[in-house]
C-alpha cells in the first residue's frame, strides 16, 4: 500500500499538535493543550527539529530531534516519538513513515540515529529492528544499552 | 574527600580534548585527533553543551547536551559523557561530577535528565541508580527502556 508522506511544514503545526495530543490522550499520558504544543513546533521546526506526516489526515507522524555530534563533523539524530492513529494501524504507514525519516535525517546530515524504547512495545521494536536498529552494543553482538533518566 | 569541580570554560577546551582521547584510547574506540575535539568544543561550549571538569589535572570530566523539551516549555538534558582517569577512580570524582552536573543542568532551565548506558557498565549504572535516575518505565516500577541506534 503507498502513504502519502510528506515532511512537515509551518503550515502544519496545528495537525502536528492534534496528533501528539491523541498520542497521549490514548496512553494516558498528561499533554499539553493543543494549542501550546502548536506553538511550541513553531520554535522548533525553526531549530533543531523536523517531522514527517503521512496518510491524508495526517494520520501519523514522526518526531525528528537533530544536534551536532561530539565525535563527527556531522549530525546525531534521535527519534523523538512515533504515533499512527489506532484505525490505520498494521497497513504499513508507520514503517513508511520511518523510511521517509532515515532519508531525511541522512540528507540534513546525520549519521547516527538513537530511539528510546520501552521494553514491552514489540511492535515497535520489531518495526526497528527490520530497519537495522539495535539495542546492543558494537552491532547486535555486545550486551544491551539501558535508558537512564531522572527529573531534575 | 573535597573534589576541585567548576564548569569548564572556552579556555579549558584542550583539557577537555585530552581526556576525551584518553576515554577513546582506553576503550580501544576511535577518535578524532585532540586538536580536532578541541575546535569542535569551542562551538559545541557556545551552542547546547556544558561540561564539568573535577580534579586538578582535571582529571575528569562531563558533557552535557541541552535542547528544548517538546512536552514542557524547559529543557531536556542529556549526559554524553562521563569520564574519570583510571589512577583517580574510587575517590568520588564521578560522583562529584554528577553532583555539579545535575546542579549545573536545573540551574540552565532543564527539567529532565537521560543517559545512555551499557548493561555490563555496573559501576556507573550504581552510580546513576543512587542519584535517582532509573532505567525503568514510571519511575522504577515499569519494564525497561532500551537504547536502540543505527548508523545512517
Not at 533543531?48 to 501519523?60: A, E, M, Q, Y
Request: proline share 5%.
Amino acid at each position: 500500500m503507498r502513504h502519502a508522506i510528506r515532511i512537515a511544514e509551518m503550515n502544519d503545526v496545528d495537525a502536528i499538535a492534534r496528533l501528539l495530543h491523541s498520542f497521549n490522550e490514548e496512553f494516558g499520558e498528561p499533554s499539553p493543550p493543543a494549542d501550546i504544543l502548536a506553538d511550541r513546533f513553531k520554535d522548533l521546526l525553526q531549530a533543531d527539529t523536523f517531522v514527517v506526516l503521512g496518510g491524508n489526515g495526517p494520520d501519523g507522524l514522526a518526531v525528528v530531534r537533530l544536534r551536532r555530534s561530539i565525535w563527527t563533523s556531522g549530525l546525531e539524530s534521535y527519534l523523538a516519538e512515533l504515533y499512527v492513529v489506532p484505525n490505520r494501524r498494521g497497513q504499513g504507514l508507520g514503517r513508511a513513515l520511518m523510511h521517509a525519516v532515515l532519508n531525511e535525517a541522512l540528507a540534513r546530515g546525520a549519521t547516527t540515529m538513537e530511539i528510546g524504547v520501552d521494553a514491552p512495545d514489540y511492535a515497535a521494536r520489531r518495526l526497528y529492528e527490520s530497519l537495522g536498529f539495535t539495542n546492543h552494543v558494537d552491532g547486535a553482538i555486545g550486551p544491551v544499552m539501558y535508558v537512564y533518566e531522572r527529573e531534575l
